[in-house]
Structures are given as structure tokens and as C-alpha cells.
């Protein structure tokens, strides 16, 4: 949580402002004999108010992965998964007329929201890393609000006037996770998405999480997105964000 005002008379510059942001994040990992089963829920949320202008998201996210493995051998595993993703809240681009600051709205709930199917194999060396290969893979793209290209030509890639697209692909997913220092934890995400109609586009995103704690409650957070999408938009997309905030962790 951030907060900030200055009185009228403050000659250094500044604006009045209220943030506020939460992460919640569970992961339960089970294994008996050769069999596996993994399932892993983000939900983040944040918004941000400065004086004269209009709230706005500092982020968003929905994602719950899920992973049945079979085990083929000490590193490699047989797996089927099943991933959902999407936001809580509306997102708005924002334009300014005359002095008054409107919003349109861009996306919202299952506008888009991401469906994927996945089998392959797992390779999986050691527990904070392992590459998922998926080569059945089909997506579906969900974009329920049909009036929703009005704002956003693009539509997530869906057909204007449609509110569904399936698409098949080959997938890379990774993921590295350990201490790197005293205190001090990496968690990094890859995802590659090929549709193979258009292996010249290719979907990509990296995210990384950064952790240093102070102390039982207290840590420094920095997360940092890469990605890329053409069904979003033509340019690579980038967020990064630096947090100073309380951690809570649930009891085993």
C-alpha cells in the first residue's frame, strides 16, 4: 500500500495518490509412485489513484495451472495439463479532451480469457527446474464481450462479432525456482505458444519474481513481464513493478 499528499502550498511539486496491490499465490505438489499431480493458482490486483485523474490498474491477473505426469525415467515425465488464465477487472486506455480524461474500455473478465490443453513430455533434472514440451497443444481464446473490437481492433485475435477462437500448437513451458542467496529467492517463468498455421508469429512471454526478505513479514518484491503477442498488439509488452510489503504464509 502507497500513499501521498502534499498541502496547496507544497513548492517541491507533487500530486495526492493512493496505491494499493495484493498477490496471492498457491502451489501444491503431489506425487505417489511414478504418478505426479501439480496445480499452481496466481490472482494478483492492484489500482492506483493520483488527484485529477482517473483510477487506474497497477495489475491483474488470473492464472491457474494444473499437471498430471507420469514418470518415464529419473528426469522425464509423460504429462497432460490443463491451464486457465485471465483478469478480474476492466482495463481502459485513456485519452484527454479540453481537460477532461475519458476511458474505453480494452478488455475485461474473459475478455480475454486463455483456455490451454497440453500433452508431451517433462523433462525435470532437479525440483527447481523443468521444461514441459508439448507437442499436442490446443488453446482457446475466449473474448465474450462481442462489442469489445469497437475499442480494440485487434480482439485478442478473435473474429469481430465472435466471441471464440481454437487454435493448435507446439508449446515450450519452463520454469526455474530456488534461493540464490541467503534471503533471497529467483522464480522465473517461460512459455513459447507456435500456432501451426503461422510459425512465423510465435507467442512468448517471460516472467520473473524476485524476493529478498527482511525479516519473517516483511519483504522487497520485484516482478518484471515480458511479452509478445500479435493477436494483442504488434510491439513486445513490458510491466515491471518494485514493492515493499507483507508476506503472509499460509502453514503446511
Not at 484527454?96 to 474500455?105: F, S
Not at 529478498?212 to 513479514?217: H, P
Request: cysteine-free.
Amino acid at each position: 500500500m502507497n500513499q501521498a499528499s502534499f498541502s496547496n502550498n507544497w513548492k517541491g511539486g507533487g500530486v495526492n495518490s493512493i496505491a494499493i496491490g495484493t498477490t496471492f499465490n498457491y502451489k501444491t505438489d503431489y506425487t505417489k509412485g511414478d504418478k505426479n499431480y501439480v496445480s499452481e493458482v496466481i490472482l494478483q490486483y492492484g489500482k492506483i489513484k493520483n488527484k485529477g485523474q482517473l483510477q487506474r490498474k497497477s495489475n491483474d491477473r488470473i492464472y491457474w495451472d494444473n499437471k498430471v505426469g507420469l514418470k518415464l525415467s529419473p528426469s522425464w515425465n509423460f504429462f497432460g495439463s490443463l491451464n486457465f488464465e485471465s483478469q478480474f477487472d476492466r482495463g481502459f486506455s485513456y485519452s484527454t479532451k479540453d481537460g477532461v480524461e475519458t476511458a474505453k474500455t480494452i478488455s475485461r473478465f474473459m475478455s480475454p480469457g486463455y483456455l490451454t490443453e497440453s500433452i508431451g513430455f517433462e523433462y525435470k533434472p532437479s525440483k527447481y527446474f523443468w521444461l514441459r514440451i508439448g507437442t499436442g497443444t490446443a488453446r482457446q481464446t475466449f473474448v465474450l464481450d462481442k462489442d469489445l473490437y469497437l475499442n480494440n481492433d485487434k480482439n485478442f485475435g478473435v473474429e469481430h462479432g465472435k466471441s471464440f477462437r481454437n487454435e493448435l500448437a507446439f508449446q515450450l513451458v519452463s520454469s526455474y525456482e530456488r534461493d540464490i542467496m541467503e534471503n533471497i529467492s529467483l522464480k522465473s517463468r517461460y512459455s513459447m505458444f507456435a500456432n501451426y498455421e503461422k510459425l512465423k508469429s510465435i507467442d512468448q512471454r517471460l516472467d520473473l519474481t524476485l524476493i529478498a526478505k527482511v525479516n519473517r513479514l516483511i519483504n522487497v518484491t520485484f516482478t518484471g513481464v515480458g511479452l509478445y503477442d500479435d493477436d494483442a498488439t504488434d510491439k513486445i509488452q513490458a510491466s515491471q513493478s518494485l514493492a515493499l510489503g507483507l508476506t503472509y504464509r499460509f502453514p503446511k
